[in-house]
């Protein structure tokens, strides 16, 4: 089709193991493993299946022809009948589907492909959760101004401002964690939910259908299962899980936020690729684009998230289809997008740079303004009046910001300026003093840094894969 | 590759015209035509142009090869400059371009299927409100039980129900209207909105570049442009593009709601298309998929809205490009949905069921209690006192609804106790007449119709095209 | 004023715990109680506090004058400054807020009302799940007509619909207490989050600071508490916190909708308050009121997720106040309109009515078709050939629903055909007991009714104020 | 009640002329005016009505006492019957409401405050635009760092920036007038819109109902009216408001943002209001407070799109009403919001202030990176070949952006670097006039400046009031 439109998300920022899970050909293969295995169970469970038989499909079920079912489905339009009759003529059965509604065969289907990349999700945030956290233990002593308002407030360091983000992207994971612990299966349930397909299949037996159930969730994998749905699971798991990504992307959201801010004042850059180089006549313009790129991912997941929240609570007695079109376009989408983020975060996260003589250069212009406090208590303690020092403080930063606005100053000198009021009686070594304390006044950042590393190596540890992954190269 | 996912929108629901829009190839096409343009104005504004350039390029403007372009793209690292030297390779000569920043391309290219795609959601919306009118005219005078909070209320037509959901069509469409109408080309305005890079292209001639803005934005058929503009138009446009789609599927989506909840009642059906059949031993099971789908689409739309909506009002300084993810997930697949949605809706219009004996049963068994005023006045009018014929009609009405509710009876017997008692003096004659003249107490509804219909008809004598259009096959 | 404008969710809906947690008198005690609370940790860790300080503004905590700190607003232009002001004036005392910035303040103060308001919904969702489960065993073995897509699909019971949308709720709920369990205050972490504020109030004692900061989160009551943050703690947490409700309201949703539609059928009616009385005259418009305000509240909730997700992830580096308006409006609103969502819940449960007699009528217009796949099996069975029966049924299946939409019958009579159709050699008494065993064919229904019961039982023990929790009266 | 909770978006934002349409007093002046105008157009088309009946409900009207309405409603249930009789008892008759429902009374008022609030939105928003056009005139020809990817890209002027939101904030504005212009009323249409009760009120003159309802809607001034609703209008006509209110507050807050972005380089700042001071010892401390409430306002707005989207399409029947809480919160609040920022809004484009200094000294470090081009044009001119020249360039350049990261310099003196450089042969003299030229090279910055006053000035002919009016204080 010379009008085909590839998934964007897919096609330019997603991985080969994302798409794996939500591509045409993934979905079909895990489809075949759930038949052969509720096969495999009902053969054990006393349903006869003719020797052989399980071993044909298995031989086949990697033979996904995605053109060949779209043709059964137009003719017969269904999609599930379509592929289970291509199944059926690759293996030279019909066995498969057995006492399954459509439904059975879907829900658990897809509530597999979410939980699978639910998990890719965990690795891959784990892995950034690593790497922020040496970042931030390299910087952990580099002072910065802290900005509230966007406007110069206290000293903090560049490392505790990335631990600061990495403790919601933190918070976001603990959330991930506790939706993937408590994820139930919908099971096999028949049409309506009440089983009853099974226990038909098992002439009556509801022992026997309760048993088939579990071995099928136990081969999901999955932690629980529902015991009550109907024709579907509630679509407000759907929304839990879409609300947990999204939640997720906060973290590197702010981060994103902030770093494009540090580099329109060229404190820092998110750096560019190995062989990459930017605009070699405007070096300059190391353009934040992965940054934008992670606030973008995330404007997108908020709009997955309307997408889920609009299905959440609507259900209409046993179960109806309104949710389909939504779910084959939030579902993928919203973990493609997550994918995509997380891996711009983590490219991001590698190639950072700061540039530390304009972090100094930036305290310096603020600092004498920050310390302004501990002045006047000094002077106090040297003698000077309280209500003098705090007037004369007061009119020389009034005049000094007025200065460096109007251009008559390009650097601070508030600090001389008060060095030369007998009203403060401080020597400017006095002032050269609280200026090096002050630039070190760090409070607990560094102690920050370090309780945050410590977290992130409990997690590390447990999740071993996720130290050493890399992300893929990006756009 | 086997991982590859396709836009499920453009695949399974989407129509070819809308795909062409929003394609690979489509995109290239739409640029290699603003650059050939832009050439012949530059041309006649006395930019040089050797002879027999531009036909080289026009002359290979259809040959897109999307894979190529790509390859170029993962080693410039620049989408843009990929597509402009596969294009001068193709034609031999490197003139297209000329003063123009990537943001010169890539706005108006995107305002263009933008523009494009909302002229083609016009048609669709005016073919569907055709569609409804007649289906609304054929149904004018059946007399249907209204209903306010799902609960039989007064006597209103089939077809008036219909009307009523056409309105807020209209209203919608109107409101679309309105956006194509005032719909903005940002036009080549330079790297930062001032356009300088016209400018110096003219040397210093700032009323050329003016002139040459001015040609292209007529070419782009658009009815207006942006004067002072960033490197990007602002994307509030995009968001009242998303919101007009979104408010358009409001009528659709309260007609399929509705429709679905009739369908429940067996009051009607959104029927089957020709060929297909529905279950043979379970003929009651028409499900209403199509209406389904039209509601999940509409989420699927706040969705994208709320994406749109995430970028509205965040312009950062002349623009940066947080947007640009979003922009290209939000704005083809707004345009896929609503054009899925309008196919679906056109579909069900024309298959439409209605099962007139069950609607008129329905009124029999609510009529009665729709009626007790117009007994009531009756009786005082023949002498009954008020009171006593109140509290008669009381009684056996909740006497009679209890009836029902317990089983006692599977008809609305209200008229005959009512008969039979001496309290209200009325006869049976008399209460055969009320039920006539009830039944067909449907106000203004068939003139409602008529109304509707007018309005509609002036409507498809300005779009000629639509009145023939015919949704293609749905899946 | 004559133009003000109460809150329309803490008026109209909300009860007098949950506004005694938001209201502006509300917020100001526990502001109070946090500066009473750092005071007494401060003398503790040996600032210095003069004798009966403390017991004087304990002694006024209470005097709340809200026109009197608008009044000190409207000079100061400052909120906090305002309060302060207020509470040392009554005391007579300036040692409040020592060490602290504003934000050590409000932060956690809204973490406080925050965090019992979550407490207060645990409960209330805990009450509702126990008069749900009380319900659904009340109706545990009544059949009823599963519906997919809206249409009959197979047999259910009432009990066993009620289990599923619990189960749902259920699973809102476990979200929920994961939130609660997992909700870390900010703490006083001072300007920037460096805790400088309190390191300078304890002359560089960063380990006294810490101390602080441990006694006044465990005096929150919360269960931990942030590390590394900035001015404010995450917005993410606001996010999480308002999905929970959202999510939470996903199964009175559900249930609600269900709700409506059976009243349509008048299977089942939200009931009324004692006393009150629906129309006399028209006794079948229960409307569901009640119903349609739960899905209210929970767009309402949907949309206050929306103004949390733009919050999430967006901060600017140390913190700026775009929220600050935002949560202002959200954070009240949202748990104004969950605790109106559950109260309405809790009243819709406590005065539900089921009809079954209507229950059992649309069991047995249905119940034929439901049944066909059983007759199929029993006539070849009985020897009849199965081509030949298979075509039978669908004759008469197809001729039956034909007739009962053309109003020729009213009841369906299908198994009487098939019983007089020689092709399948069935009996009227074979066909009697198809369709007892049929009516009887809930599968696990009841199985999962038992199991939901049981589930809530151990929840209500752990919760055992819950269990005793009876609604206000709701307008 | 010491726990009332009022409005906070009311209380603390909006002003009292917003007020007036939404608080419950203005409500009920409202529904009795137009009882009185369905009264005396009644008495006009022949119902008969006793003298001096109107005259006593017209004394009566403005005595409004909620809480006697209040209580009337904990009596019936039923607020419209509550607000009949406390109008009837203050009258002294029982003559209105005649041939009205419920929703023939709150529909329209609800719509006429809609209306109104609708009109006083553009009277600010225009005013606003004046505002702004003044103040994009006042800095026309500033000459300023234009930035992409908040990164230096060329040269605008700080007036054009102005217009370019100014643009914005007019595209906002007519999409409003837009959907002022088409605002359909409801009309009195009965209780499933056939206009049936009007009819009967008539003794079935359809003709004469016609005529009750056109004289009503020409009294609510609205421009024109639906002719098929049901018992409610179309919500989607609601979301069309709060998309346009949205859309509007897009201009402001890309203003805002940018605002935020600018004083945090204090290139400007948003002022303080008079008499009001910022922290005299920390006076660069000039917080963007009143520009972050701005995007809070707007992040606001889009939750209430987001419960306004949950209603559109959603309608059941002729109507229910699960959008009855949601429209109490969002369509109130909604305007108190959009009230709130276009005061904020007023109130900075009033006090900003631009430092023109630092505009400048801003400029003057990127300047000759962006001049990079002009540079090699004119060395090529003057006799150099192009490779080399352009080699030179980039060493150039990337040293000087190197020693400006690493400290090493504090000025940008590429020009200086590049006039010592023999390969390129220019001298100082020359690099001088290139930065002079190249720092007015602001395109058509100033016409386009001009050309958005002038379509300011044609705006606000048309409103004459909106050029006087002035915000009231904000907090």
Redesign the interface.
Known sequence: ?????????????AT?AM??I?????KVKLERELWIAVMKAQRDLGIPVPAGTIEDYERVKDQVDLDSIMRR??IT?HDVKARIEEFCDLAGHEHIHKGMTSRDLTENVEQLQTFRALELVRTKAVAALIKLSSRASQFRDIPLT???????????TFG??L??????FL??L??LE??IQ?Y?ARGLK???????DQ?SLFEGD?AK??ELDEKVVAYLGLPLA??????VY????D??VV?AL??L??????FA??L??M????LASEGF?KG?VGS??????????SC??I??????L??????A??????????????????R???L??AF?AID?LLETFLTVLNQMEV????V??ELER?LP??L??TV?MQAVKNGAGREAA?EA??EH??AT??D?????I?LNNLFERLAADPRLGLTSEQFTLISEQGRA?????A???D??AKKVQTLAQKHPTAATYQPGDI?
Chains 1, 2, 3, 4 share one sequence.
């Open positions: 089709m010379t009008d085909a439109i590839p998934n964007v998300l897919a096609e330019r920022y080969p798409r794996a939500w591509s045409g050909e993934g489905e137009r339009r802290a900005r509230t308002h966007n406007v110069a407030a206290q000293v903090t505790k401002r631990a600061m983000f990495g403790e919601e918070g976001g603990n959330a506790s939706v408590s139930p028949g049409a309506v939910g009440t089983r009853l226990i509801a259908a309760g529902f015991d009550a749905v109907g024709q509630p679509r407000s798991l929304f839990r609300a999204t939640d992307a906060s973290g590197p959201g702010s936020k902030t494009r801010l580099a329109g004042h060229e690729a990459q070699s006549a405007m070096p300059h313009k190391m353009n934040s684009r934008e790129r606030n973008g991912f995330h404007a997108i908020k709009g997955h998230l309307a997408m929240s609009a299905l959440a609570g609507d259900q209409w007695n046993e179960g109806d289809v309104s949710c389909s079109v939504v084959r376009v939030m993928p989408d493609l995509g540039f530390e003589a304009v100094l250069s603020y303004f920050l302004t406090t006047l705090h403080i007061k930063a009034v910001i007025g460096l606005r109007k251009g008559t390009s006044n760090t409070g607990a950042a102690a920050q840094v309780t945050f756009l």
